[in-house]
């Protein structure tokens, strides 16, 4: 009998042990999958967290970046790289090398976070040659940032002004004749200020710094919310103690523009996405690189 007892109570503790083998192998089995799902997750997580781009911004004068501040502190916070262009005439200071000008507009680049700063003064006017001259420029500046987007000013210049117009003239050509560039940009933005936020009813032939071109809502096709970057836009804006555009004082002028960016605008930058053109709503000028 205890033979037998032995031989069935082997034969239940084998039955037994195997039970408990494939019932705590089961556990171990899902833990195994798990970890492999959350290695392979953190992994394409981290890979999508490291994608980073290149943004340039394409403008006209030494203070001109405080029309989409946000954006530029934003992107460099997110660790995107921005370059600052601007093509400046020949009564912009800050196109002259060493004046307090050009201190003021390195002082906003700085605290907005860009990286390098291009500058080109003249030619004067809108001549071919000075359209070629700039065009050349742009495209050295290209080949030498690399960028994935490029941000400019609309058709209307923002504020009206015949360089600012100038200037988009010139890059929305020389982004769209790709083959002149050695890598080509991606993506090309418009600044966009919506004509909703604007009680003024523009004047074409009267556009300022006061009273800005606008967007009907409905053409705009990107937003991005700088919020969190108003105190990099508000020191940016504080850098600038001689620019005017037309208020009695600079510092009505610092006033206005802290007004429209963090009031009027309520810290968002607005863009027409030009190309490649876009049928969906964006809040991310990166989406899609």
């Not at 009998?1 to 089995?29: D, F, I, Q, W, Y």
């Not at 003021?104 to 004067?124: I, N, S």
């Not at 001259?133 to 987007?149: F, G, M, N, S, Y």
């Not at 607005?270 to 690189?289: H, M």
Request: proline share 4%.
């Amino acid at each position: 009998m205890k033979h037998l007892a032995g031989r069935n109570g082997s034969k239940e503790e084998s039955h037994v042990s195997r039970r408990r083998s494939a019932t705590v192998s089961r556990p171990a089995a899902s833990r195994w999958v798990l970890t492999l799902f959350v290695l392979a997750t953190c992994c394409v997580s981290t890979a999508v967290a490291a994608k980073k781009n290149i943004l340039l911004v394409v403008l006209t004068h030494g203070d001109d970046y405080v029309a989409i501040a946000p954006l530029i502190a934003r992107a460099a916070a997110e660790g995107h790289t921005v370059d600052y262009a601007m093509f400046t005439g020949v009564q912009d200071l800050a196109g002259i090398e060493g004046s307090p000008a050009r201190a003021e507009a390195l002082c906003g680049a700085k605290a907005l976070g860009v990286k390098d700063m291009f500058v080109m003064r003249g030619p004067a006017g809108e001549s071919f040659d000075a359209i070629a001259a700039i065009a050349e420029r742009l495209i050295t500046i290209i080949d030498q940032t690399k960028p994935d987007v490029v941000v400019t000013w609309g058709p209307d210049g923002l504020t009206g002004h015949p360089r600012h117009i100038l200037v988009s003239n010139v890059v929305t050509r020389v982004f769209q004749q790709r083959r002149l560039v050695a890598a080509a940009p991606r993506k090309l933005y418009y600044i966009a200020y919506p004509e909703s936020r604007f009680a003024e009813k523009p004047d074409f032939g009267r556009l300022s710094e006061q009273v800005f071109g606008t967007v009907s809502d409905d053409l705009i096709t990107t937003t991005t919310d700088g919020r969190r970057y108003l105190t990099q836009a508000r020191a940016a804006i504080a850098c600038h103690t001689l620019a005017q555009g037309g208020y009695a004082s600079s510092a009505a002028w610092r006033q206005a523009w802290i007004d429209h960016t963090t009031k009027t605008l309520g810290g968002t930058v607005f863009l027409r996405r030009v190309f490649p053109a876009v049928g969906q709503r964006e809040t991310d000028i990166f989406d899609g690189l």
